[in-house]
Every structure is written in structure tokens, then in C-alpha cells.
């Protein structure tokens, strides 16, 4: 069966500092991996996609940047964290060829 | 442009009757809707995933049918339990992509109350 964790589970942050969110994801190789970012109250925002080791594309511009440096390894992070990056933070897979997406149990955000 | 449509923000209802909660999308493309449950502090789980044009589709007590004719997928079920209070999500999937992008509706808070 695959698990998909996230790391940290929360973070409080201050304003300019740098942050980095990961995910890695067992028990499926070669995965469709997304971020996404809820505001508190908001809906479900995806941020980046990756279909392979290597490559990402933005989906929206927020400030932040991702990359997959192993097959089963998603990274978020930004060099200066802005207070509109409180959230949520999901990091989801999806089987290749498949459109449902299974989401990971997810990071709260908090920056002060 | 692709979107989804949740008209009700918050869903009150009495434990043990029926719940529907709406969704309506727009899209040129070929059409697949999920629903999306999240319970409070807890990350979405899929509920349920849309079949052929008029094909009802179930999982864990809950139903929803793709009518193209009126851009719906309503979510039901026919006796609400106090366990089913949670946000509930509508996706469609944006097929025109060439990943999996899914634009999600407002969300829909259903609370159920004894």
C-alpha cells in the first residue's frame, strides 16, 4: 500500500526567513507528485506538478519553488517567507494515466 | 475558463435526514468530477469519482450522478450521521492539461446536528 508523509507536521516562522516542506511518498514508484496551499477557510490551491525526477512545473506564482530531487521525494521551500504563506500545506500523488489524487496528511503553516 | 461552483457555504442538518449538497462546473473538455471530504485539522480524502454521462457512483453511504446535461454532480446521501459533518469538496479535472490538474469548488461545510 502507498503512505505519502509530510515533514514538518507544523512550523511558526518568521517573516523573511526561509522555508523548506517535504514529502515523500512509499510504495508507488514513478508518481505524478502536486503541492497545494489552503488558506485557513480557503479552498485547495495547486501550486507545482512533477511527473518525473528533475522537472516541475508552477501552476501558480507564490512565491515559492519546488523540486523533486528523488522519484519519490516532493520539496517546497522559499528563501523568504511572506505572511501570506500561512496554510496549509498538501502534498498529493496520483497514479500515472489515473486523475484521482490522494493527498498527504499535510503541513500548517504559520508565519509570523 | 474550467470551474466548479458550490453554492452552499454551510449545510446545517438533523441527524438521520437526507443530505445534497451541489455542484455545477464549466468546462470544454472532457468532464471528470470527484468529491472530496476533509474533517476538521485532517488532510482531503477522496469520496468519490464521476463514471459515464447519467451513471450513479457510490462509496461509503454517499452517491453522486454526472448529468452533462445540466453541469451537475450533486453529492447524496440518504440519512446524515453526526460522524459525516466535514468540508466538502467538488474537483474537475482540467483534461485540456497534459498533468492531472484539478480546480476544486469553494467547499461545503456540512454540519450535522442530533
Known amino acids: 500500500a502507498q503512505t505519502i508523509h509530510q515533514w514538518p507536521v507544523a512550523e511558526i516562522k518568521a517573516v523573511g526567513s526561509p522555508l523548506s516542506l517535504g514529502c515523500t511518498i512509499k510504495g508507488k514508484s514513478s508518481p505524478n507528485l502536486y503541492w497545494y496551499w489552503q488558506a485557513t477557510g480557503g479552498t485547495l490551491q495547486q501550486l507545482f506538478y512533477s511527473i518525473t525526477v528533475g522537472q516541475v512545473e508552477s501552476v501558480v506564482q507564490l512565491n515559492l519553488s519546488a523540486s523533486r530531487p528523488k522519484d519519490d521525494q516532493f520539496i517546497l521551500s522559499t528563501e523568504k517567507l511572506l505572511l501570506s504563506h500561512s496554510g496549509f500545506y498538501l502534498c498529493?500523488?496520483?497514479?500515472?494515466?489515473?486523475?484521482?489524487?490522494?493527498f498527504g496528511p499535510g503541513t500548517r503553516l504559520t508565519v509570523l | 475558463g474550467d470551474s466548479v461552483t458550490q453554492t452552499e457555504g454551510l449545510v446545517t442538518l438533523t441527524e438521520g435526514l437526507p443530505v445534497m449538497l451541489n455542484c455545477t462546473y464549466q468546462?470544454?473538455?472532457?468532464?471528470?468530477l470527484f468529491w472530496y471530504v476533509q474533517h476538521l485539522n485532517e488532510a482531503p480524502k477522496l469520496l468519490l469519482k464521476?463514471?459515464?454521462?447519467?451513471k450513479r457512483t457510490e462509496h461509503q453511504g454517499f452517491h453522486a450522478t454526472l448529468h452533462k446535461s445540466s453541469s451537475s454532480f450533486h453529492l447524496q446521501k440518504s440519512s446524515a450521521q453526526l460522524s459525516d459533518s466535514a468540508l466538502y469538496y467538488c474537483a474537475l479535472r482540467i483534461a485540456s492539461s497534459s498533468f492531472s490538474k484539478l480546480v476544486f469548488g469553494q467547499g461545503t461545510s456540512l454540519s450535522v446536528v442530533p
Open positions: 464521476s463514471s459515464t454521462d447519467n
Open positions: 468546462t470544454a473538455y472532457s468532464t471528470f
Open positions: 498529493a500523488w496520483s497514479r500515472r494515466g489515473r486523475y484521482e489524487q490522494y
